[in-house]
């Protein structure tokens, strides 16, 4: 098992939650979070950036998914949100050891 977790900007939910679902994904969990980037959140030019860093709203998208579709997911997440500008974003895999659905006792692949 995997868990994907994008950083992606605000707007991109719908396309996120389509690309998704559309690749393997069962579920994710969005929030809302801040942050900033190797632009350090400006979208101008060096002497901007030199000015410190801006914090930009984002939202943190995060599935766990079966091993087999991960890159599809991915991908598809990827495709979905990648306008070309800053700030586009960015998306990590880590493994996952064990995963547990509460209400029915299932783990594991059973669970995602």
């Not at 994008?6 to 393997?24: C, H, I, N």
């Not at 994710?28 to 410190?52: D, K, N, P, R, S």
């Amino acid at each position: 098992m995997k868990l994907i977790t994008a950083v992606v900007r605000p707007d991109k939910l719908d396309e996120v939650m389509r690309a998704a679902t559309a690749t393997g994904a069962r579920g994710l969990t969005a929030i809302e979070v801040w942050g900033f980037g190797q632009q350090y959140g400006h979208l101008g030019g060096a002497a901007q950036a030199a000015a410190g860093a801006v914090v930009l709203p984002k939202l943190r998208v995060e599935t766990v998914v079966r091993d087999e579709v991960a890159e599809p997911v991915t991908e598809a997440i990827a495709s979905a949100v990648r306008t070309g500008v800053i700030g586009d974003g960015k998306i990590w895999v880590c493994p996952v050891d064990s995963a547990l659905r509460v209400r029915t006792g299932e783990r594991d692949r059973g669970a995602v």
